[in-house]
């Protein structure tokens, strides 16, 4: 696959965000059922979500079939490696941060952050993660005096 | 009088030392982020939010309404020199401001930018001192049926806000009245779908939530196309308007104010309706409606005049029914919430300092960025040629800093990207985050107000239209809901969002 290019696929969009409503709908009603119901004069933990899920589940019914005789509209999707790196990169940040401390933790979220960019080069990639530990300690270590140590537990002897 | 003590409680809340520094501060870094090409004053709001945690209540509701005014007047700047606005209520401001900047005249369209901003928040802040107090008493005596029309009124007309299907923004409202219950019940304490997860019991982290909605999914949306491209930006050379450019722009801005004032007030209304009007209004009465669209300074005049006094006004609803208007109050309400403060009619007489020194600092706040934006805007020229690749890691890195930092919970992150993802995936499929976060925002007070109200009513649900006032709200809700449909004013509305 090419990892670069955007991605181009017909999609219906009515369709499919009355699927996600729908869907969203089902997973919200069904989780509500296990609550207390009550009645309307005493209403339970559950009666209100799960009115909630009934309209929404209708709205998205309507949608879904609204768009039914709708032509599918080509449009971009996504450039996958750009959604999976920026999606992934507060995760790394999390994950990394306790074992390898702040600086470490925010170059290596830059570089991958950076990755969602097409065509930048690995100079000026190393060179914003860099710019950024600098700029991100500043700010929120030594000015906001957040708690955070700057090398974490692996690399501390 | 008491109305002068009032004003006077503010200006002693808002001129300490440190409050002044705040509110500087949150003016320059609100223009800062804002000015960048892309980032809206919604964004700019959900990224700067977590600095603001660690002040005490006033402090950061000054710095915020600081930063939610300076990010607007960058983004009238990017929207200028760039012709790239940040959120819809200035791309009215970009249509003849930057046929003005590529004329060569890009210092008048700034400055005019700047003095009407400066005259409408004079003006509407005047506005909000007088007209809250009776809206807080009026709402004090709302009871559970009341409130609950009023939630279902500014929800049903915050549809307004979003461009496109009418049915998919009333979806998005329920979604985001659903994710608000995530946490403990209010009567049983019984926890809602938390899944077992002890740090969702207070619900889910409402900064992750914002910032993933707004920062992380705005990133991936400009990313789909090739950020490697340099925009170009016009400089500015001097930065004063000519006599007869102030004499073409005086009936705009007083027009634009009054326009503006009224709309900001409105749920749903805010600084883009207002602008959108202002525009319309300004072309309507003008001489010579076809230089609009070819660099007319009234079209910049009127426009950015009304959405600074829309931005203001909107601070009325949200400070004294604890409803708000558009998707920055939501995130002001949100803010107040995780200060400890119970946002609604009570707030001006619990907390009257933190109330009039906010006001206060309203206009403290717009003479500020009168004085320092001019005279600074060769560095926003600077920031504004940063090429998006430096960008969008440092936006993504300060987010995710700023929410860890909060809790120091690294669940937080995974909801960034979790809405990050689902809000991207949505505006793919036309339909806007604002009603979301607004459903998302009023999720817990419209069910409080739902159950005490059918508690009281032993579960007759005629009471919602037994008071005179509740019946008259949703009378409204439904009228407007009616009207959106219609398939008139479908086309009329439209007509406006693609202008």
């Known amino acids: 696959m090419d990892t670069q290019n955007p991605l181009t696929i017909p999609v219906n969009k009515d369709m499919v965000a009355g699927a996600i409503f729908v869907a969203f709908a089902i997973g919200f009603g069904v989780v509500s059922t296990a609550y207390p119901m009550g009645s309307a004069a005493q209403m339970g933990p559950g009666y209100y979500p799960l009115l909630l899920s009934g309209v929404l589940g209708l709205l998205g019914l309507v949608i879904g079939l609204a768009g039914w005789r709708k032509p599918a509209q080509q449009m971009v999707v996504v450039r996958p490696l750009a959604l999976i790196s920026v999606l992934a990169a507060p995760l790394l940040f999390?994950?990394?941060?306790?074992?390898?401390?702040?600086?470490?933790?925010v170059i290596?979220?830059?570089?991958?952050?950076?990755?969602a960019a097409p065509r930048m080069s690995w100079r000026a990639r190393i060179l914003t993660a860099i710019g950024l530990a600098l700029g991100c300690t500043a700010i929120f270590i030594w000015a906001l005096g957040i708690p955070l140590p700057l090398l974490g537990t692996l690399l501390r002897f | 009088m008491e109305l002068f003590d009032n004003v006077l409680l503010g200006l002693q809340t808002a001129m300490t030392l440190q409050n002044l520094f705040y509110c500087l501060l949150g003016c320059l870094l609100g223009t800062l982020i804002g000015v960048l090409p892309g980032v809206g004053p919604t964004t700019t709001i959900a990224l700067l939010l977590p600095i603001t945690f660690g002040l005490d209540p006033s402090t950061s509701l000054i710095m915020l309404a600081g930063i939610y005014y300076g990010a607007q007047y960058g983004g009238s700047t990017t929207a200028i020199l760039v012709n790239l606005p940040g959120e819809a209520s200035s791309a009215v401001t970009a249509i003849d401001g930057y046929k003005m900047a590529q004329q060569g005249k890009a210092g008048s369209a700034l400055a005019i930018a700047a003095i009407g901003s400066f005259v409408a928040g004079t003006i509407a802040t005047v506005v909000v001192v007088v007209f809250s107090p009776p809206l807080s008493e009026l709402a004090l005596r709302f009871g559970p049926p009341e409130y609950f029309s009023l939630i279902v009124l500014g929800l049903v007309l915050s549809?307004?806000?979003?461009?496109?299907?009418v049915l998919k923004a009333l979806a998005m409202i329920i979604l985001g009245l659903l994710f608000g219950l995530v946490g403990a019940d209010i009567y049983t304490g019984i926890p809602r779908f938390t899944f077992g997860e002890p740090s969702l019991m207070d619900g889910i982290n409402f900064v992750a939530f914002a910032t993933g909605l707004y920062g992380v999914s705005e990133i991936l949306s400009n990313l789909d196309q090739d950020p490697s491209r340099k925009s170009k930006v016009s400089k500015p050379k001097g930065l004063l308007p000519t006599?007869?450019?102030m004499k073409r722009s005086i009936g705009p801005i007083l027009r634009g104010t009054g326009l503006g004032s009224v709309m900001g007030v409105l749920p749903g209304g805010g600084a883009t309706l207002s602008s959108f009007a202002a525009y319309t209004l300004e072309k309507k009465l003008s001489r010579h409606p076809e230089q609009f669209g070819e660099g007319a300074i009234e079209g910049v005049a009127g426009p950015e005049s009304a959405n600074n006094a829309g931005a203001q006004t909107s601070f009325i609803p949200m400070l004294t029914l604890g409803i708000p208007g558009n998707g920055v109050m939501a995130i002001m309400i949100g803010a107040l919430m995780i200060q400890g403060i119970q946002p609604g009619p009570s707030v001006m007489t619990t907390n009257p300092a933190l109330f009039w020194g906010l006001i206060a600092s309203m206009w403290i706040g717009n003479l500020m960025l009168l004085m320092l934006n001019l005279p600074l805007v060769g560095i926003w020229v600077k920031l504004l040629s940063t090429p998006y690749n430096f960008m969008f890691p440092a936006i993504i890195?300060?987010?995710?800093?700023?929410i860890f930092s909060t809790n120091m919970n690294g669940l937080d992150l995974g909801l960034v990207a979790m809405f990050g993802l689902l809000?991207?995936?949505?505006?793919?499929?036309?339909?806007?985050p604002a009603p979301f976060l607004m459903g998302f925002i009023l999720g817990p007070l419209l069910e409080e107000n739902l159950r005490r109200a059918m508690m009281f009513s032993r579960g007759n649900p005629a009471t919602f239209v037994a008071s005179p006032l509740s019946a008259g709200l949703l009378a409204v809700a439904a009228i407007a809901l009616i009207l959106m449909v219609l398939p008139a004013v479908r086309n009329q509305r439209k007509k406006v969002f693609t202008e």
């Open chain 2, 243 to 245: 006599w007869p450019e």
């Open chain 2, 423 to 432: 809000g991207y995936v949505l505006i793919k499929l036309d339909c806007e």
């Open chain 1, 108 to 115: 290596l979220t830059s570089l991958l952050a950076t990755m």
């Open chain 2, 397 to 402: 890195l300060f987010s995710t800093i700023g």
């Open chain 1, 94 to 105: 999390g994950v990394i941060l306790r074992p390898l401390g702040f600086v470490p933790a």
């Open chain 2, 159 to 165: 549809v307004t806000l979003a461009n496109g299907s």
